[in-house]
């Protein structure tokens, strides 16, 4: 257990619908980082905040949005959904302090579009 | 543009061999490097971290290499184990930023 939770482990939702994927950072962590990986295919990095501010964007679609609130867990917005969305979002933490920079990531959630 | 590439898509091993997985990347001056281990449907698993003023760095049945004049790194599990046939990803850091990781290797540890 890495100590980082999501939410919900899998959603269902149809085309054009938005959702909401929830993750809880390990305690003391202050970075937070969002990850799509679709089926066969590798982990794209999406954003990160750390203390709550954005720090880093990668391939984010214009309709992904996240943030990250003042108790630290954070939030990713998806919306107007198209079946290519359908994919795994990882949520990761680190920064609990001396240097290190590994990431522990949460269990995932499986979004599918249908 | 920055690039990541791991050896091989799949790498079979018989049990008890030493597995040795490749990462290169390209247009990257990474500080660090981190190797992470991926089972299916779950979220990768941090396995080591190199810095790169490290030439080697080994935990239990695990060892990583970082050249980074060839801009690569090595890792290594010997005594191999079905255990450990899992997708095995590097991913080289600069100082936190843009993480990005490569695209994997599948091992499989044969019986």
């Known amino acids: ?114 | 543009s920055q690039k990541i590439e791991q050896n091989s898509e799949a790498l079979n091993i018989q049990e008890g061999k030493t597995a040795t997985l490749t990462c290169n990347y390209t247009n990257y001056s990474p500080a660090y490097l981190q190797w992470y281990r991926q089972d299916p449907g779950r979220g990768p698993v941090f396995l080591l971290l190199i810095r790169e003023n490290e030439k080697e760095k080994r935990k239990e049945r695990l060892k990583v290499t970082f050249d980074t004049t060839l801009k690569q790194s090595l890792f290594h599990i010997t005594a191999s184990q079905p255990a450990d046939s899992a997708t095995y990803l590097c991913a080289p850091d600069n100082y936190g930023q843009n993480f990005v990781f490569g695209p994997g290797t599948r091992l499989s540890v044969l019986p």
Do not use: M
Request: hydrophobic share 30%; charged share 20%; with cysteine.
């Open chain 1, 1 to 114: 257990d890495s100590g980082v939770t999501q939410t919900p482990k899998h959603l269902i939702t149809a085309t054009g619908q938005r959702v909401t994927l929830r993750c809880s950072p390990r305690s003391g962590d202050l970075s937070v980082y969002w990850y799509q990986q679709s089926l066969d295919q590798g982990l794209q990095f999406l954003i990160q905040y750390y203390n709550g501010e954005e720090r880093a964007k990668g391939n984010i679609l214009e309709r992904f949005s996240a943030q990250q609130f003042p108790d630290l867990h954070s939030e990713l917005n998806l919306s107007s959904l198209e079946l290519g969305d359908s994919a795994l979002y990882f949520c990761a933490s680190s920064g609990s302090g001396g240097g290190r920079v590994e990431q522990y990531f949460g269990p995932g959630t499986r979004l599918t579009v249908t």
